[in-house]
C-alpha cells in the first residue's frame, strides 16, 4: 500500500533520511551486519590466497574448504546492501543529508587509505609508485575500494532514485522490478552472460528496487517463508558449489569457473534469496545489545583494512598463505580462526580510529561549514537545501 504510516520497523523508526533524530538500532540487524562482514574475510581468505584451494587433488576438505571461494562473500555483500537500503529505503531523502552520509564515510575511507600508504611505505617502500599515492589521497574517485565507491555514487544520487520511484508509482515499480530481474536475473544463467551488472552501481540501484519494491507496496513475508527461502537457496548452492568442487579440472578450468559463476555471482536470484531471508529473519530478532551495536558500527572498517591492496596481499600471499595448514588435520578449523582473528584484530584498529576521531574531530562541525560554503557559493542558482 502506497500511503503505509511511518512504522517502526527494523528497529528504526521508517520516517526521512533527513530526520536527526537518534533512534534505538534494532541488535539483530546490527548482529547480521557483523556476519555478513565475517563471511566477506573468509571468502578473502580463500580468494585472494596464494594457495590454489580449486587446483587441489579431489578430497573431502578440497571440496569444503573450496566452497569459500565465492558463496560466503557474495552473500556477505548482497546482506550488507541489503541493511543500508533497507533503512535508506524509507520515506524521503535530500541532497543535503546525502553529502553528510558521504562525508563520514569519506572521512574513514580517507583514513585507512593514507594508513595503509604509510605502512606500504614503511614496509615495502621500494613498490610505492606513483598511482598508489594518488589513490590514497582520492581513494573513492580512484576506487581503491570497490564497495565504498559504489556505495558513495548510490548516496550522492538516492534522493533522485526515491523520488522517481515514488513518482512512477506501484504499477510501473512493479513492471521495473520484473524487467531487472529478468535482464540482471535470469539472463545470468547463461555462461559469460555480461549484462554490465557486477560489484558495480548499476547492481545497488537493481538491489534497491526490488527492496523499495517489497518495502512500499508488499504485505511482510513470514519468517517461515524466510526461513523456506534461505534453505532451498542455501541447499541450490551448496549442491552447485558440491558437485562442480567435484568435477574440477586444471584442463578445463576456465570453462568451470564460467559455469560455476551462473549461481556464484553476487546478485543472483540464489544468493539474494538467501541473503534477503537472512535478512527477513535478523530484522525480527527484538533484543537491544550495546556490545553488538558498536561492534556492528566498526565493521566497515573490517573491509576497509583487510581488502586494501597492500593489506591484501600480506594477509593472504604471505602472513597466512594456506600451504602451510591445508594438509593439517583439522584445516577448515585453521581456515575460520585464521579469518577470526585477522576479524577481530581490523575490529579493534577500528574501534581505536573511530574513539580518536569522536575525541579531536568534530566532523558534524566541518561538514556544516562545509556545506554553508556551498550553498552561499552556489547561491539562488539551484536552491539546494
Known amino acids: 500500500m502506497v500511503g503505509r504510516s511511518p512504522t517502526r520497523e527494523g528497529g528504526r523508526v521508517a520516517g526521512t533520511m533527513d530526520s536527526r533524530k537518534t ?22 581468505m580463500v580468494n585472494h590466497n596464494s594457495f590454489d584451494f580449486l587446483g587441489q587433488p579431489g578430497s573431502f576438505r578440497q571440496v569444503v574448504l573450496s566452497l569459500f571461494q565465492f558463496v560466503p562473500g557474495k552473500i556477505g555483500i548482497a546482506l550488507f546492501f541489503i541493511a543500508s537500503a533497507w533503512f ?26 593514507i594508513a595503509g600508504l604509510v605502512f606500504q611505505l614503511l614496509i615495502n ?13 582520492f581513494p573513492t574517485i580512484t576506487q581503491l575500494w ?4 559504489c556505495y558513495a555514487l548510490f548516496l550522492i544520487f538516492l534522493p533522485f532514485i526515491n523520488l522517481s520511484l515514488r513518482r512512477i508509482g506501484q504499477n ?20 559469460y552472460s555480461s549484462m554490465g551488472i557486477g560489484l558495480n552501481l548499476i547492481a545497488f540501484m537493481y538491489v534497491y528496487t526490488l527492496i523499495t519494491y517489497y518495502r512500499w507496496y508488499m504485505q511482510p513475508v513470514s519468517t517461515r517463508f524466510a526461513v523456506v527461502a534461505v534453505l532451498i537457496c542455501g541447499i541450490l548452492l551448496l549442491a552447485w558449489n558440491i558437485l562442480f568442487g567435484l568435477l574440477y579440472t586444471d584442463e578445463y578450468a576456465s570453462e568451470y569457473q564460467a559455469i560455476l559463476y551462473i549461481l556464484d555471482r553476487e ?31 566498526w565493521t566497515l572498517g573490517v573491509y576497509l583494512i583487510t581488502d586494501h591492496p597492500f593489506v591484501r596481499e600480506l594477509l593472504w600471499t604471505q602472513w597466512f598463505a594456506f600451504d602451510k595448514y591445508y594438509q593439517t588435520r583439522l584445516p577448515i578449523v585453521w581456515m575460520l580462526a585464521i579469518s577470526a582473528f ?3 584484530v581490523a575490529l579493534m584498529l577500528e574501534a581505536i580510529r ?4 569522536a575525541i579531536i574531530f568534530n566532523r558534524e562541525g566541518v561538514f556544516e561549514r562545509m556545506w554553508g560554503i556551498a550553498v552561499h557559493t552556489i547561491g539562488s542558482v539551484s536552491n539546494i537545501r
Request: aromatic share 14%; hydrophobic share 55%; charged share 15%.
Open 23 to 44: 533512534v534505538r538500532r534494532q541488535s539483530g540487524i546490527e548482529l547480521l551486519r557483523i556476519i555478513a562482514m565475517y563471511l566477506i574475510v573468509t571468502h578473502h
Open 88 to 113: 535508506l529505503s524509507t520515506g524521503t531523502a535530500n541532497l543535503k543529508n546525502a553529502c553528510r552520509k558521504i562525508w563520514v564515510l569519506e572521512c574513514e575511507i580517507l583514513f585507512w587509505s
Open 125 to 137: 617502500p621500494e613498490v610505492v609508485h606513483f598511482q598508489q599515492v594518488i589513490m590514497a589521497f
Open 146 to 149: 570497490w564497495y565504498t565507491t
Open 172 to 191: 510501473v515499480h512493479k513492471k521495473l522490478a520484473v524487467v531487472m530481474v529478468v535482464v540482471w536475473g535470469v539472463s545470468s544463467v547463461i555462461p
Open 267 to 297: 546478485w543472483s536470484l540464489p544468493v539474494l534469496g538467501v541473503s534477503f531471508g537472512m535478512f527477513i529473519v535478523f530484522s525480527r530478532m527484538r533484543f537491544h545489545s550495546r556490545l553488538v551495536n558498536s561492534v556492528a558500527s
Open 342 to 344: 585477522v576479524f577481530v
Open 354 to 357: 573511530k574513539s580518536l576521531f
